[in-house]
């Protein structure tokens, strides 16, 4: 997950989209979704499928419901995570580790004296389920749905040499 975090923190420049921002989904309010997808569903359907596709189809034609869905609770669960370690990385802070805000989704376990995730909670699951629903109707009742993803689409074919360096650094 720490990954995903410097990936979405480092496409905004460091400023971090409000999540109620990004719930809006297609209406894309401060380009919110946007970075969005170009921070989280690569790694969510994965990059090879995502750089095959990103410039023949769009956002709907590549990830399900349930990716977006799935992107968007692991943004929900650790985004403050997320930002405190940007935070702690811009103020060279040696205490780097001691991240101590809590998950929302996900439960801790402890076994043998170090920390790993564990399971979603029952709260997560039910969230995603909602989720799922929200990104459903947010693809069939949106008006914005069509404008976005014609937008993104052609964003990605005028910025094809940014995906072409985005193979060239995968591959390093």
Not at 9 to 16: I, P, R, W
Not at 65 to 79: I, K, R, V
Not at 89 to 117: C, M, W
Request: hydrophobic share 35%; glycine share 6%.
């Amino acid at each position: 997950m720490f990954t995903y975090s410097y990936c979405i923190l480092d496409k905004t420049n460091g400023n971090v989209p409000r999540l109620q921002d990004i719930l809006h989904m297609r209406s894309d309010v401060n380009l919110a979704y946007t970075y969005f997808a170009n921070a989280s569903l690569p790694k969510i359907v994965g990059p090879t499928k995502w750089r095959g596709q990103v410039t023949k189809k769009t956002i709907s034609q590549i990830a399900t419901p349930t990716d977006e869905a799935f992107g968007l609770l692991l943004l929900e669960n650790s985004l403050e995570n997320w930002i405190e370690a940007q935070r702690l990385v811009h103020e060279d802070n040696s205490n780097s580790g001691a991240n101590k805000t809590p998950f929302i989704y996900s439960l801790r376990q402890t076994k043998g004296g170090s920390r790993k995730f564990g399971v979603w909670s029952n709260a997560g699951m039910r969230r995603y389920r909602e989720l799922v629903h929200l990104v459903r109707a947010n693809r069939e009742n949106n008006a914005d749905k069509d404008n976005f993803e014609a937008g993104y689409k052609a964003k990605c074919v005028k910025e094809r040499g940014s995906i072409e360096f985005i193979k060239a650094e995968a591959q390093q």
